[in-house]
């Protein structure tokens, strides 16, 4: 049974930093892409950052040089660091498993201006 785990959303103030941790169990997390996705209230889910097989990445264009996107193999777990957080990075974050139709539950992340 395939599982993903996410923890670490909340409430921070604008400039303020968090770091999403997604558990993963049931594949083989080290050959895995990972992804994260966002979803705001009224818009549709989009790609933030992926992680390759090999430790690629990509980003969307509105987090790079703010978010980081990170994996360990031996705990089957992705990261997102988020850093300089803005009001328009409020939204439900997901964990997925690229390629796939695996996703986690989400965490909420809001952030106040």
């Known amino acids: 049974q395939v599982q993903l785990v996410e923890s670490g959303g909340g409430l921070v103030q604008a400039g303020g930093s968090l770091r999403l941790s997604c558990a993963a169990s049931?594949?083989?997390?080290?050959?895995?892409?990972m992804g994260w996705y966002r979803q705001a209230p009224g818009k549709q889910r989009e790609l933030v950052a992926a992680?390759?097989?090999?430790?690629?990445?990509k980003y969307a264009d509105s987090v790079k040089g703010r978010f980081t996107i990170s994996r360990d193999n031996a705990k089957n777990t992705v990261y997102l660091q988020m850093m300089s957080l803005k009001p328009e990075d409020t939204a439900v974050y997901y964990c997925?498993?690229?390629?796939?139709?695996?996703w986690g539950q989400g965490t909420q992340v809001t952030v106040s201006s």
């Open positions: 049931g594949i083989v997390f080290s050959i895995s892409a």
């Open positions: 997925h498993k690229e390629l796939t139709n695996y």
């Open positions: 992680i390759f097989r090999g430790s690629s990445t």
